[in-house]
């Protein structure tokens, strides 16, 4: 029962709860016990949620009066720093062994946010109990205040940024569910690196964070991590929708991704998007991916999209701006030529339904600035640093791509794949990522982690 407690779906998890065969009290108390045990070994939580046991027990009252609150009723999740979480919601304390955080409001301070994220509270109406709040990874001020997160697969290795708290709890089997963000790839990265799911939805779809972090960037989406392509899509359908507080988001409804016909796919596949050639190993897992879709009758093209450098150099202008770097008049430039690349971007995507490619050029890499692209398991030694050039496209198109876990490195290290559809399809992302899925194994636990 304890593998099933912290590596099972949250679908699972939840018809445990509603069939009276598991109770809430037990799950939630068993995760925040997990906490307790490996947070010092994977520091990622940076603070705990002292009312959800109360919550927990309430939702095995509800259970007992035959009153279930939604799909997630009595399941526990974690959110990113980024996201507000009222008082109202969930009293948070410190993480034992963590320092205090440093904007935390105080009674001397700042005010305490009024309100829930819009995302986190469609988690909570659904039945959803917060456990625990994660730190953003990468980020200098994070790091510099509370350390260096470790990547469960490897501790020595990074679990990628800036939602590698999230996918550190999930593949570790900390979280059954985490809420991240994205702005260049950072849910895809993470989830890559530690071998779970997760999907950046359309832009327009689901709310994001609502206390500023990243609100500005046009790029910024909020979305879910889980352990299956399954437990992203139902977190999926939950979290979206238009919400009066974010002018951002669209009244567009999200379409049902398991109705989606494979054979009707038309896929665009690279392994090598010409600015950093992927490890042999990452390209064989593309490869494997892209047989899962051929063999469910997709119709697959070996092409690359036009204009990647463009994007990359779109990208690192557009981070060069929000550094305060150059004139207003350059800013404008740099607006024409990323309108300028959506442009040649969507006629390429007039021919397909979806593009099969790398998330990274390689695994997670060892902390220091370089990995041997195998996780410590010897051979290829070529140093690699971690970029965002295979998921900044998908970020400047606003379009939706999931990624799931499709093959490891002969150390032990999860390799994922990208699954990006045209503008919302998030639903044609999800089902060919399901696909992978089924014919790869998607996560597996990290030994150690038990």
């Known amino acids: 029962m304890t593998s099933d407690l ?19 009290y037990d799950l939630v108390t068993a995760h925040l016990a997990r906490i307790e045990r490996l947070n010092p070994s994977l520091n990622a939580v940076i603070e ?3 009312s959800a046991v109360a919550q927990a027990l309430e939702a095995d009252r509800a259970t007992a009066r035959g009153e279930v609150t939604g799909p997630l009723h009595g399941v526990p999740f974690t959110v990113k720093d980024v996201y507000a979480v009222s008082p109202e919601t969930a009293q948070l304390r410190t993480a034992p062994g963590m320092p205090p955080r440093p904007d935390r409001p105080t009674a001397d301070r700042d005010v305490a946010p009024a309100r829930d994220s819009t995302a986190v509270a469609r988690l909570r109406a659904a039945g959803a109990i917060l456990v625990g709040v994660t730190k953003a990874t990468l980020w200098t001020d994070r790091e510099a205040h509370y350390g260096v997160t470790h990547n469960p697969y490897d501790l020595s290795c ?14 570790a089997g900390v979280s059954p569910l985490g809420m991240g963000s994205d702005s260049g790839g950072s849910l895809r990265q993470p989830a890559h690196f ?25 790029r910024t989406v909020a979305g879910p991590l889980a352990r299956t392509v399954a437990d992203v899509g139902l977190a999926l359908s939950i979290i979206s ?4 507080h974010d002018p951002t988001t669209l009244p567009v409804p999200l379409g049902d991704w398991r109705a989606v016909e494979l054979a009707s796919l038309r896929v665009a596949v690279h392994a090598d998007n010409g600015l950093v050639p992927a490890t042999a190993e990452t390209v064989a897992t593309v490869r494997r991916a892209a047989d899962a879709l051929a063999d469910a009758g997709a119709r697959l093209t070996e092409v ?12 690192l202008d557009y981070w060069r701006r929000c550094g305060g770097d150059g004139a207003l008049r350059d800013y404008f430039g740099l607006l024409d030529r990323w309108q300028d690349y959506q442009r040649s971007a969507g006629a390429f995507m007039r021919a397909y339904d979806l593009i099969l490619c790398p998330v990274e050029a390689s695994p997670a890499p060892r902390r220091g600035g370089g990995a041997d692209g195998n996780g410590g398991g010897g051979g290829d030694r070529e140093q690699r640093v971690p970029e965002f050039t295979y998921t900044a496209p998908s970020s400047l198109l606003g379009w939706p791509a999931a990624v799931v876990r499709a093959g490891t490195s002969r150390g032990g290290l999860p390799i994922g ?10 639903d044609v992302a999800l089902r ?11 996560w597996q636990p990290a030994a150690g982690m038990v």
């Not at 690359?304 to 990208?315: G, H, K, N, S, Y």
């Open 6 to 24: 912290h590596h099972g779906s949250v679908t699972r998890l939840a018809e445990l709860i509603r069939g009276g065969a598991l109770s809430s």
């Open 48 to 50: 705990i949620a002292d």
């Open 158 to 171: 990074t679990p990628g940024g800036s939602s590698g708290g999230e996918a550190t709890l999930v593949a």
């Open 194 to 218: 530690c071998g779970v799911a997760t999907i950046r939805p359309s832009n327009g779809r689901v709310p994001r964070a609502t206390d500023a972090d990243g609100m500005y960037d046009p």
């Open 241 to 244: 929708g238009a919400d009066w």
């Open 304 to 315: 690359v999209p036009p204009e990647l450098d463009l994007a990359w150099d779109i990208t």
């Open 417 to 426: 794949v990208q699954l990006i559809a045209g503008p919302l399809r998030d």
């Open 432 to 442: 060919a990522a399901a696909a992978v899925e089924a014919a790869t194994g998607g």
